[in-house]
């Protein structure tokens, strides 16, 4: 098999592993050319896979076997950059990391995210989860708009707002799923401000203070959104498109939130297809300045 081959078929696992996760913003959708889409998957697979090692071994391996997995992870990157990659998802990020021109350290980043999700299960105040998706979402972002040679700190900025309000939301909506590993992202001291207790949500306890507490969250994280928006005005038309179909999906999930009555506890929102549908027509049709 020759060296372009084993590069195909290396793209072509990520974007199995790609489509087979449910996600609430596309990932590499169809909507972008095929090189930048194929780049975009590579991430993907590389991210998903390390933060499948912090997440969903929980209960099977303990603290240092997932730590271990990770550091695994981090070294195979590292054989990776040397020329050595190791597996079909790094024969696929090396390549993409060469092509686009990648920063490393953004991966690394995702990396430092992941370890913590193992060993770190609550947090104190807003700061520390703002640090959390410092590393855990907005890298992400920043490696899609390098995937399209946007280099430059104006959008980036604006990224992060969005991929930050993003994994916000996603916060808010799986509260009942992290639970279940132990894990809250609600700040301490804004639950004790409304007399949200840990045992409320372990028992599954949507109280009047909770769900005050939600609200707050929901309209904060919209607020961040709305501060990421305008980087739609500085995309070309197909990334322009995903991104906006990212933003559509992040606020449509607080929309469903507040439709529950800021209950996530009873059960957990989720983006239907036939409303997926519904979300890409208005990002085809909608005029950006009236979402």
Avoid at 217 to 222: A, D, F, G, I, L
Wanted: hydrophobic letters at 40%; charged letters at 30%.
């Amino acid at each position: 098999m020759s060296s372009a081959q084993a590069i195909e078929l290396a793209y072509e696992k990520c974007r199995r592993q790609a489509e087979k996760h449910y996600e609430n913003f596309p990932v590499g959708s169809l909507l972008l050319p095929k090189k930048q889409r194929a780049w975009i998957h590579a991430v993907y697979a590389f991210a998903r896979t390390a933060d499948d090692f912090a997440d969903e071994n929980i209960g099977q391996l303990g603290i240092e076997d997932r730590l271990e997995l990770l550091d695994r992870w981090e070294h195979d990157l590292d054989l990776a950059l040397g020329g050595k990659p190791r597996g079909e998802i790094f024969i696929a990020l090396a390549s993409a990391i060469k092509d686009a021109r990648l920063d490393v350290q953004l991966l690394r980043d995702l990396l430092s995210a992941f370890r913590q999700d193992v060993v770190k299960n609550r947090y104190q105040n807003f700061s520390e989860v703002l640090d959390y998706c410092r590393r855990s979402a907005n890298p992400v972002g920043r490696l899609v708009l390098q995937v399209f040679d946007y280099r430059d700190e104006q959008r980036a900025a604006l990224s992060d707002h969005i991929c930050t309000a993003l994994q916000l939301a996603n916060f808010w909506q799986d509260i009942s799923v992290d639970i279940g590993k132990d894990r809250i992202y609600l700040p301490i001291e804004e639950m004790q401000a409304y007399g949200v207790t840990v045992d409320s949500i372990k028992n599954f306890q949507p109280t009047s203070g909770f769900r005050k507490l939600l609200r707050f969250q929901c309209e904060r994280t919209r607020e961040i959104f709305d501060r990421g928006r305008p980087l739609v005005g500085l995309l070309d038309k197909g990334l322009k498109l995903e991104i906006k179909l990212t933003w559509l999906g992040g606020t449509e999930i607080l929309r469903l939130i507040a439709g529950q009555n800021y209950d996530t506890l009873s059960r957990r929102p989720h983006i239907s297809k036939p409303r997926a549908v519904l979300l890409l027509l208005k990002a085809l049709i909608t005029n950006w300045n009236n979402p």
